[in-house]
């Protein structure tokens, strides 16, 4: 079992300067508790996403950390112009000496995309030449390409990443045919459902690796992402959840709110309570999140937890003491206890 991190990088009750700077010194300590991976969300135009350019933070992060893998949770594919970003994957790869996951995707809010002058009906087959066209720029020196929106004839490659031939890949599987995909082409995978949901994604990926005749030992990553609240009391755990909670659930609805919409997949509980309720958020004294998590974990049959301490208008210190509280007594119950679909 794994730890990782993921990020929206949600408006905070401080200024934007001293958000970025206190995220930093969060993610030092991610680094010195043994987490993974640092994952970043990207977004626009909302204040789900004060990060809207994550090579431009992530790039900070390289610098901040020296173990810690960390990358984009995704990159939206569908707004890139494909050199550029394959571009920025390489530089990033060589500013952490080889530490970026690479966390691939067409883009949730179809508002965002709109805002970019990129059609929502179009954003699919964006992102499948988008992918395409990253995939042949990682395997070759030149780039020759004949699509829909993208057109290149002999292009010279000049950069390429430390890791050969691309940093790991992720994607956000939401059901079992996703699963398929991503274990034939041994993409790590992270998931935002209730965990019974989560077991029949992780069993597929399961059968798929093994029917390839591939080592168990080199099974990708299939994760399973949770709010964590770690607190003295229970009850001391809960309110807070509560209070950051709503501050990020109104950030997350924002503009769909604006447009009078609501999201495709990607349905979040109103309230705290009910995002604990499901599954989604798990908050209390260590005693309580170490055997909630530790249930979920093998109801979802995964072997990556990512965890969501900074969310909303929870403090440094009130991140940085769940984290500590995490670190020093979950952690360790929990890191030898699952393997993936077992």
Not at 17 to 40: M, T, W
Not at 74 to 94: A, F, G, K, N, T
Not at 242 to 247: E, N, P
Not at 261 to 267: G, I, L, M, Q, Y
Request: glycine letters at 6%; charged letters at 20%.
């Amino acid at each position: 079992m794994k730890f990782g991190i993921f990020d929206h990088m949600d408006r905070a009750a401080v200024s934007l300067s001293r958000q970025y700077a206190e995220r930093l010194e969060l993610i030092e300590a991610y680094e010195r508790a043994g987490f993974h991976a640092y994952h970043l969300a990207e977004h626009h135009s909302t204040p789900l996403g004060m990060a809207p350019s994550p090579s431009v933070f992530l790039a900070c992060v390289a610098q901040r950390t020296t173990r810690l893998r960390f990358g984009p949770l995704v990159y939206q594919l569908s707004l890139y112009h494909p050199i550029r970003l394959y571009e920025e994957i390489c530089m990033l790869d060589h500013l952490s000496n080889g530490r970026l996951e690479l966390g691939v995707g067409r883009g949730v809010s179809p508002h965002e995309l709109a805002y970019y002058g990129t059609d929502p009906d179009e954003a699919q087959a964006r992102y499948f030449e988008t992918y395409a066209i990253l995939m042949q720029m990682f395997a070759g020196k030149t780039l020759s390409y004949d699509g829909k929106f993208h057109r290149f004839k002999d292009t010279p490659i000049e950069i390429e990443p430390v890791q050969r031939p691309h940093p790991p890949l992720w994607y956000g599987a939401v059901n079992a045919d996703g699963a398929a995909w991503a274990a034939k082409n041994a993409v790590n995978i992270v998931c935002n459902v209730p965990a019974p949901a989560i077991r029949p994604i992780s069993e597929r990926y399961l059968a798929e690796w093994t029917a390839a005749g591939r080592n168990l030992a080199e099974l990708p990553l299939i994760a399973m992402n949770r709010y964590i609240v770690v607190a003295d009391s229970d009850q001391a755990a809960i309110m807070l959840g509560r209070r950051a909670y709503q501050c990020w659930h109104a950030s997350f609805y924002r503009l769909f709110e604006l447009h009078g919409t609501r999201p495709h997949n990607a349905a979040y509980p109103q309230t705290f309570d009910l995002a604990q309720a499901q599954g989604y958020a798990v908050a209390g004294t260590p005693d309580t999140v170490r055997e909630a998590l530790a249930a979920q974990i093998k109801q979802a049959g995964i072997n990556y937890l990512v965890c969501r301490f900074a969310f909303g208008d929870l403090t440094l210190i009130e991140a940085r003491d769940s984290l500590n509280l995490f670190a020093r007594h979950v952690m360790p119950a929990l890191a030898g206890r699952h393997q993936a679909a077992e």
